[in-house]
């Protein structure tokens, strides 16, 4: 263990090495590190996957939170306010028709999966991941207003994407007389909303009121935050309820303190959880990988198609009715929802939680999406933009309303701004 540790390291510094050189040529961490993984599990034999179950379920766990609780803090009504109807329409209309759709899909295509699993698969492949699409996010010829829809709804899905999953894993669980079932899933949540709401606003607060009062280091502001991100999951779990629930609800208590909490407060929890995603990518590739791949069908492969086109595009189509955005940008912003972290970590719960009749049917289809994903949207993102960007009127992609780096991006393929948007710092 000790080299396949070292041998992670290492490339976790290579990365850092190269991560803007990378996004030149379209080279996104996932794919590297999902390539790595395959290496260390099947070619090297250096990882003993019978033993990493425990260890791969903590890294989701502490990875999942940062990301639900940072996501959510980082929003500000200001920034949100102008197209607010459009968020609305993205995640009540149409991220509930994305998961019925899965859903109903699964039942009919997937051998051996119906009710509560057919229902985790719709809920585990409806959030998306923005960072697999970094360069087409940090492009400034695709309109801000656009990139800014893409990446709110990416940073809330998944948050009200997980209470489904959850309520579908206990009651895919209990099916198979492996868990307690929807009544004590419904429970968990309802005490990790309340706990998370309390927490984030008392949070929040007190950090408000120490930086004011000087009593609080500002350096410090920024392992405090990841300290709360991590109680609020952990704690919620002490006294019975959800942590994930708790944890997206804590952040965005926490950001309603501050009006929308500041990037610099944010930025070292966003950084952990980064690191940490990148382990995702790699323990995805050698645990999830090799325990799928054997258990892959035709069904599979073609609901992995169907979940990146239709189970996705034809929902966004049909919230977005009514806006008088045109075929173009409904077309792209559909097509820009990649599956990835959320996905993948939803994938990892369900390997270690479910029994292994159970997981063996769900599983393929979950990787070979994600699969899927990482391949079209990474290797689309650049071109498919420039291809948009040439569609529109001269004056769509002018700058309109606040920043779209007023909601930072979620990087996973470098400082990630070929186009020239940020600068290292230094």
């Known amino acids: 263990m000790d080299g396949t540790i070292s041998l992670v390291l290492l490339l976790l510094f290579l990365w850092g ?16 590190f999902v390539l790595v ?51 609305v329409r993205l995640l009540l209309i149409g ?22 699993a057919a229902l985790f698969v719709g809920a585990a492949l409806a959030p998306t991941d923005a960072a697999l699409g970094a360069s087409m996010m940090t492009n400034p010829v695709v309109p801000e207003r656009v990139r800014r ?27 198979t007389g492996e ?33 004011r009062k000087g009593w609080a280091a500002e350096e410090f502001a920024g392992p405090a935050v990841l300290a709360l991100a991590l109680l609020s999951y952990l704690s919620a779990i002490a006294i019975g309820g959800n942590g994930f629930v708790a944890a997206f609800v804590a952040g965005l208590a926490f950001g309603t303190a501050h009006g929308g909490a500041p990037k610099w407060q944010l930025e070292f929890t966003e950084q952990s959880g980064t690191v940490l995603s990148l382990l995702v990518w790699l323990l995805f590739g050698a645990v999830l990988v090799p325990a799928a791949f054997p258990h892959m069908t035709w069904q599979s492969a073609l609901y992995a198609v169907l979940s990146l086109t239709v189970v996705r595009m034809v929902p966004v189509a049909l919230s977005l009715l009514g806006t008088r955005m045109d075929r173009a940008t409904v077309l792209f912003i559909g ?11 939803f994938s990892l719960l369900a390997l270690e939680g479910l029994a292994p009749s159970v997981s063996q049917k769900v599983l393929p289809v979950l990787v070979l999406t994600v699969l899927l994903s990482v391949l079209a949207h990474g290797l689309s993102a650049g071109p498919l933009a420039r291809r948009y960007a040439a569609s529109l009127p001269a004056r769509a992609t002018g700058r309109s309303g606040p920043s779209s780096h007023s909601i930072p991006v979620r990087r996973l393929s470098g400082s990630a701004d070929p186009h020239g948007d940020s600068a290292p710092r230094g």
């Open 179 to 211: 868990g307690h079932g929807g009544g004590a899933a419904i429970q968990e949540l309802a005490v990790g909303l309340a706990y998370g709401a309390v927490l984030g606003l008392v949070g929040g607060w007190l950090m408000r009121t120490a930086l």
């Open 95 to 116: 991220l509930p028709l994305c998961i019925g759709l899965g859903t109903l899909l699964a039942t009919g295509l997937l051998p051996g999966v119906s009710g509560w």
């Open 335 to 345: 097509w820009f929802g990649p599956r990835g972290l959320a996905t993948i970590i």
């Open 37 to 87: 993984g395959l290496v260390l599990a099947t070619c090297l034999g250096s990882m003993d996957l019978n033993l990493s179950h425990e260890t791969v379920k903590a890294v989701a766990e502490i990875c999942l939170t940062w990301i639900l609780f940072t996501d959510a803090a980082r929003l500000s009504f200001p920034v949100l306010r102008p197209d607010l109807g459009l968020y």
């Open 149 to 175: 829809l893409i990446n709110v709804e990416s940073g809330l899905n998944d948050g009200i994407a997980t209470p489904v999953v959850v309520m579908a894993l206990a009651g895919t669980a209990a099916a």
């Open 17 to 32: 090495l190269i991560s803007r050189r990378s996004a030149r040529v379209e080279l996104t961490a996932p794919a590297v």
